[in-house]
């Protein structure tokens, strides 16, 4: 089955302590990207990624920090994580240069005291 | 830069009427125009989507239609249903497409009254 899979789905966190949210795609898509999710603010791109060892910062990128060492997992690092950043994140993959359909995976609720 | 406006923000219908949004973009070299569909608690998901060499494209109650000239496309729903609460998006594809990014909005709430 064609997906898209984030880990872990939600978390509470302190101040400060590092942590990495893992995204695994499984269609071979070189588009990878990371969205925020408030409430009012729609979805804003936090970095993404268009082939391996390729990145780059989207709208919103302070205080995360992205990698890409395999085609299929793009995970998201917070290194000293702030309430600031307790939000909905969404990791998304497609092709580039189409089709442009982007594939959602479920999504994390993180919490940060 | 190029950005996208969805209008209205919010809207709520009662049960089986029609529903309309609109996005307006800035980029005159767009090309290819998606809605998203994001029901509450879930991720968000295509819909529909259009090229710009199709002014209107159906799949049974939903609806885009383009206006190049305008720039603008809109979201038609007709015969709503509760089911059909959720947030739209219409994100605009940067660039020329090579790369593959959307650009999302705000999004438009929609709520279908019983």
């Known amino acids: 089955e064609a997906q898209v899979t984030q880990n872990p789905r939600y978390l509470i966190t302190v101040t400060g302590k590092k942590l990495t949210v893992t995204c695994s795609q499984n269609?071979?898509?070189?588009?990878m990207s990371w969205y925020r999710q408030d409430p009012g603010l729609g979805l804003r791109q936090i970095y993404y990624?268009?082939?391996?060892?390729?990145?780059d910062k989207g709208d919103v990128p302070e205080g995360y920090k992205v990698s890409r060492k395999e085609k299929r997992n793009f995970p998201l690092i917070l290194e000293s994580p702030s309430p600031n950043q307790t939000s909905l994140y969404f990791c998304a993959s497609s092709r580039v240069g189409g089709p442009y359909e982007q594939y959602f995976g479920p999504g994390t609720r993180l919490t940060v005291t | 830069g190029e950005n996208v406006e969805q209008h209205p923000s919010t809207l709520s219908v009662q049960e089986g009427d029609s529903a309309v949004i609109k996005c307006t973009y800035s980029d005159s070299a767009s090309n290819y125009f998606p809605w998203y569909k994001q029901e509450l608690g879930k991720r968000p998901q295509l819909i529909i989507d259009i090229r710009s060499n199709v002014g209107e494209k159906k799949d049974q109650r939903i609806a885009v239609t383009l206006n190049k000239t305008a720039k603008h496309f809109s979201l038609h729903i007709t015969e709503t249903q509760p089911e059909d609460s959720a947030v739209y998006f219409c994100p605009m594809l940067w660039g020329s497409g090579n790369t593959g990014k959307l650009i999302f909005g705000q999004g438009t709430t929609l709520q279908v009254k019983p």
């Open positions: 990624s268009m082939n391996v060892e390729v990145t």
């Open positions: 269609m071979n898509h070189e588009y």
